[in-house]
């Protein structure tokens, strides 16, 4: 029996009305989960693209090339932040290029179809 139809006969045995607008409550629910979880990802890969600007606007601007400029404060503290809502191991990045590398790795956690869920660290 198709799901239209089975909701539909029901709707008109009693609570049959109670039973449909559960269903749709539920379906609605569900609809704002991934929408929201869905609008997460895309701000947090825009914070990370923010984060990538400044540290590659810091390699550009550092007088003897990439060498061993530190990293933003803020972008330590955005990588600190993420790698522990991840549940992955505290490592503070010393390097501008090194924090590059981990801005990168926390990307793809964010990007769809990632095996690295990030929405298992906040469950």
Do not use: K
Request: charged share 25%.
């Amino acid at each position: 029996m198709g799901t239209t139809f089975y909701h539909a006969s029901l709707s008109f045995g009693a609570g049959g009305y109670s039973f449909a607008a559960a269903y749709m409550a539920a379906q609605r629910h569900e609809m704002l989960r991934r929408t929201v979880a869905e609008r997460w990802r895309r701000h947090m890969l825009s914070v990370l693209d923010a984060a990538v600007d400044q540290c590659e606007r810091r390699n550009l601007a550092a007088p003897d090339g990439i060498g061993d400029v530190a990293p933003p404060e803020l972008v330590l503290a955005l990588i600190e932040q993420l790698q522990l809502e991840l549940r992955r191991e505290i490592r503070p990045p010393s390097r501008n290029q090194d924090a590059l590398d981990m801005l990168f790795g926390l990307q793809r956690a964010f990007m769809p179809g990632s095996d690295d869920d990030p929405e298992e660290g906040w469950g």
